[in-house]
Nanobody, 124 residues
Framework: QVQLVESGGGLVQAGGSLRLSCAAS????????MAWFRQAPGKEREFVCA????????YYGDSVKGRFTISRDNSKNTVYLQMNSLKPEDTAVYYC?????????????????WGQGTQVTVSS
């Protein structure tokens, strides 16, 4: 089992920045690929980005490419999402997720484990 707890969400003005954290616990967490998804009210869940267990490869959704950066610190079992140049359309609940398959995450949007989510609100 893997437990995921997100933090760092909040209210920010358009153009601002936020950094989300996802603390993972459970056995062999460092071997899992990690990802961030988001879901806005009335919309489908959207893939944001993913990172391999080694941190050597990342993949981003088109809507956040160039503005968001995913990183991980396996010594702390923590994944980060640095969000810059935030826009009102980035407003959503952001979820951390983990899966043994990096490719499955962005190809299918399915993951073995999910966090409870953290709200990000960007005001115009």
């Amino acid at each position: 089992q893997v437990q995921l707890v997100e933090s760092g969400g909040g209210l920010v003005q358009a153009g601002g920045s936020l950094r989300l954290s996802c603390a993972a616990s459970g056995r062999t967490v460092s071997t899992y690929a990690m990802a961030w998804f988001r879901q806005a009210p009335g919309k489908e869940r959207e893939f944001v980005c993913a990172i391999r267990w080694s941190g050597g490869s990342t993949y981003y959704g088109d809507s956040v490419k160039g503005r968001f950066t995913i990183s991980r610190d396996n010594s702390k079992n923590t994944v980060y999402l640095q969000m810059n140049s935030l826009k009102p359309e980035d407003t959503a609940v952001y979820y951390c997720a983990a899966d043994l398959s990096y490719n499955r995450i962005y190809l299918t949007g399915n993951c073995d484990y999910w966090g409870q989510g953290t709200q990000v609100t960007v005001s115009s």
